[in-house]
């Protein structure tokens, strides 16, 4: 009787430090807390071709350890039917947090369409929306932005999306379309790569 009155005791009176433990092992794992020093730039790595189809680089980063920076090494990792959008370092409340990287469905990455015939339309396109985008999946693919389509005799938006630079170049990228004033109305002129 005595024996389970002891370990009940001991229980409650542990269940405190296990809570506090268990708390703090959390938010140094999860980087909730932003961390004051900002992190060295990243390491170049080399690798060679991916393993097979569907393998995406999943690019090595800074963590944060016992105080510390610690370079965690890249590796080729496989989802069919997505790419891999990188993580980084971005500064919030004061420090640094981690972002963490996502797979972004390949379908997302589309060309861009065929808006077919320029048209003319006599009112002029409403302001840009504001459209929030995560990291690049890779070093070779840019934000091509959304933009205000002439639609069925009104205005529709059609949202941004990332797309691969087709012969990619140091110094390549996307230059925006934009739609242009021609004499009494505005026609679209489709952005191009660079």
């Known amino acids: ?25 959390g938010v140094g794992l999860n980087f909730s807390a932003p961390i004051s020093e900002a992190p060295p730039p990243p390491l170049a790595e080399t690798y060679g071709p991916p393993p097979g189809p569907d393998f995406a680089w999943v690019g090595g980063h800074w963590f944060w350890h016992h105080h510390h920076w610690v370079w965690g090494a890249g590796h080729w990792a496989r989802r069919p039917g997505f790419v891999w959008s990188s993580g980084h370092w971005a500064q919030s409340g004061g420090g640094w947090v981690w972002v ?43 934000w091509i932005g959304g933009r205000w389509a002439w639609n069925g005799g009104r205005w529709a938006w059609v949202g941004g999306r990332w797309a691969r630079h087709p012969h990619w170049h140091p110094g390549g990228g996307w230059v925006a379309g934009h739609w242009d004033r021609r004499g009494g109305g505005y026609a679209w002129v489709e952005g191009r790569w660079r």
């Open 1 to 25: 009787m005595k024996l389970n009155h002891l370990l009940l005791a001991g229980l409650i009176c542990g269940a405190p430090l296990a809570t506090f433990a268990e708390i703090n092992i």
């Open 100 to 142: 963490e990287g996502q797979w972004v469905p390949a379908a997302a990455l589309a060309p861009a369409p065929d808006y077919g015939p320029e048209v003319i339309v006599q009112s002029a396109p409403p302001p840009p929306q504001v459209e929030y985008y995560g990291p690049a999946p890779g070093p070779d693919y840019f």
